[in-house]
């Protein structure tokens, strides 16, 4: 890659070391919460609905108007991440459609103007660090209500007509350089007023030949960056800045609603995988392709086995609650995190020279030398062949109950375990390895 061929520029002076040191408990955590929460959970109709349906700030001032969230308790929110397994929680700030749930001094389009009338980041920063989970950001770069946010190919006022002469008029009076200073003035309150911020996810970058997209020279993305690590050291940054040949300075990629199949191929990077309960990402009542509990404990075990994070989404209704939905997929996957945790907090890829057995997935704690067999078919002759394992092995428990599991040689080099007739009470049962 051109990094390995030619210096990549750095934010800071961090050594390779200090930025690993710095990621150490993300890299070891492993899953996280995404909230989406805006104005946009009244329409239900998904959070880009603005911009697909061509909605003016004046036929979406209604959502601002009857914006009442009476059953927002943000330390139910924490409990259930925190039940779930969930170790990081990121909220929507602010998403495209710039409305903030935050307290701001730079807009008068906030929480604190609606039926809310207060900071509903606070409520939930206090409540998710209360229940030891780390605290983190989303703020979009887009703003499809800022008076100075220029148009482009995803901005509500050009779905109608999308003429150069209809950008040029649309585009009189309006500033970047303005909105420049207002994301770094809230982005400024975001990380001085709540105290530690543990992650900023910001949201993102579409360069485009045509002039029709935004990126790094729009944002000033390499300036916002370092004010972010002035402001926060600690913190973990995304990688939707657009950064150019200062990419680097970016925290972790953030492969967005892919295959699990297609997660190998980040195997070896610092990454997240970002994926919904149903395909939006804020709340949207009438859709009806919600994953099933298989198909979402198949993310989580997929990503940690190819090194990776996963950040599951929830969309809280207009009202301000986890819908029954979404609990009740946050309450399958509590169950099986309850018993079965061990195989994904502090783990990653297999080393070399553990094949996969079939119909399985490997992950592996590199500290305590214990490698996770994830059975996601269950023998039906109750053997699994573990091939290369021979003089591998020094003991074999399931991991939800530690019972023992009795394997024996098979030929020269692979070990057979005997299964129990009776599938243990999960969707996806692990066998621990305690490795020589
Ligand atoms: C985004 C947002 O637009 C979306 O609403 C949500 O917040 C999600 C987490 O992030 O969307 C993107 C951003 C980038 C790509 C696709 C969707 N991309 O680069 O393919």
């Not at 980041?121 to 008076?147: C, M, N, Q, T």
């Not at 000033?220 to 680097?248: A, F, H, T």
């Not at 295959?259 to 990077?269: C, D, I």
């Not at 919600?290 to 997929?302: A, E």
Request: charged share 25%; glycine share 6%; aromatic share 12%.
């Amino acid at each position: 890659t051109s990094s390995s061929l030619f210096a990549q520029k750095m934010i800071g002076n961090e050594t390779q070391e200090q930025k690993q040191k710095r990621m150490e408990w993300w890299t070891q955590d492993r899953f996280g919460m995404f909230i989406h929460w805006g104005l946009y959970a009244q329409p239900a109709r998904h959070e880009w609905v603005k911009s697909v349906e061509g909605l003016s700030n004046e036929q979406y001032q209604k959502y601002f108007d009857q914006f009442n969230p009476d059953l927002f308790e943000p330390k139910k929110w924490a409990k259930q991440a925190k039940a779930a397994g969930m170790k990081y929680a990121v909220l929507t700030t602010k998403h495209h459609e710039g409305f903030c749930l935050f307290d701001t001094r730079f807009t008068d389009y906030k929480a604190n103007n609606t039926q809310a009338k207060r900071d509903l980041v606070k409520e939930y920063v206090d409540a998710f660090r209360a229940e030891g989970i780390k605290v983190g950001f989303y703020y979009s770069l887009l703003d499809w209500h800022h008076p100075d946010y220029t148009m482009d190919e995803n901005h509500p006022l050009t779905k109608k007509d999308k003429s150069d002469a209809a950008y040029a008029t649309l585009n009189k009076g309006r500033d970047m350089a303005k909105y420049r200073a207002y994301m770094r003035n809230q982005i400024t309150e975001l990380l001085t007023k709540y105290g530690k911020i543990d992650i900023l996810w910001l949201d993102f970058s579409f360069p485009k030949p045509n002039g029709r997209g935004k990126g790094k020279d729009d944002w000033g993305s390499v300036e916002l960056l370092k004010l972010i690590r002035k402001l926060q050291p600690g913190i973990i940054v995304d990688n939707r800045l657009d950064l150019g040949e200062y990419k680097d300075g970016a925290d972790f990629e953030t492969p967005e609603q892919v295959s699990t199949a297609e997660l190998a191929k980040y195997k070896g990077k610092t990454w997240e995988t970002c994926q919904t309960f149903s395909g939006s990402w804020g709340y949207h009542r009438d859709e009806n392709s919600w994953k099933s509990h298989k198909q979402l404990l198949d993310l989580l075990i997929t990503s940690v086995s190819n090194g990776g994070n996963l950040i599951l989404n929830v969309g809280p209704t207009a009202r301000g609650e986890f819908d029954r939905r979404a609990t009740n997929a946050l309450d399958s996957l509590s169950q099986w995190m309850h018993a079965n945790d061990k195989s994904i907090y502090n783990c990653t890829y297999a080393p070399d020279g553990y094949a996969t057995p079939e119909n399985s997935k490997l992950t592996y704690n590199p500290k305590t030398k214990r490698l996770y067999v994830h059975l996601f078919e269950y023998p039906s002759n109750g053997k699994l062949t573990l091939s290369g394992y021979n003089g591998k092995v020094k003991y074999a428990q399931f991991l939800n109950d530690s019972s023992e599991l009795i394997y024996k040689q098979a030929g020269s080099n692979d070990l057979t375990v005997t299964l129990p007739a009776r599938k243990p009470d999960f969707s996806i049962p692990v066998i621990e390895l305690i490795l020589q």
